[in-house]
């Protein structure tokens, strides 16, 4: 199984990014999948998660109506739109689908000016 998570990079306060978690030999359309992020020096928290087939999605209130997570099931892949970023947001950023030990490498994302 390996899922890797793309999308990341520096990005000004306000900017926008869209992340990506590609997944392979595993298929996620039977699967929620999630978002969860980790800050230097902080536990890794959840951000987003998005039922097998897209119909009900849930975020953190510190994400709420700024990020949206989305998936193809199609593609294998599930995105996270990150919009109104903040200098908090600034953390590595991992794909995972619940009742599953599979995690991504995980991709940066800094915001800062």
């Known amino acids: 199984v390996q899922l890797v998570e793309s999308g990341g990079g520096l990005v000004q306060p306000g900017g926008s990014l869209r992340l990506s978690c590609a997944a392979s030999?595993?298929?996620?359309?039977?699967?929620?999948m999630s978002w969860y992020r980790q800050a230097p020096g902080k536990e890794r928290e959840f951000v987003a998660t998005i039922t097998s087939a897209g119909g009900s999605t849930n975020y953190a209130d510190s994400v709420k109506g700024r990020f949206i997570i989305s998936r193809d099931n199609v593609k294998n892949t599930v995105y996270l739109q990150m919009n109104r970023l903040k200098p908090e947001d600034t953390a590595v950023y991992y794909c995972?689908?619940?009742?599953?030990?599979?995690w991504g490498q995980g991709t940066q994302v800094t915001v800062s000016s």
């Open positions: 030999r595993f298929t996620i359309s039977s699967y929620g």
């Open positions: 995972h689908p619940p009742i599953t030990p599979y």
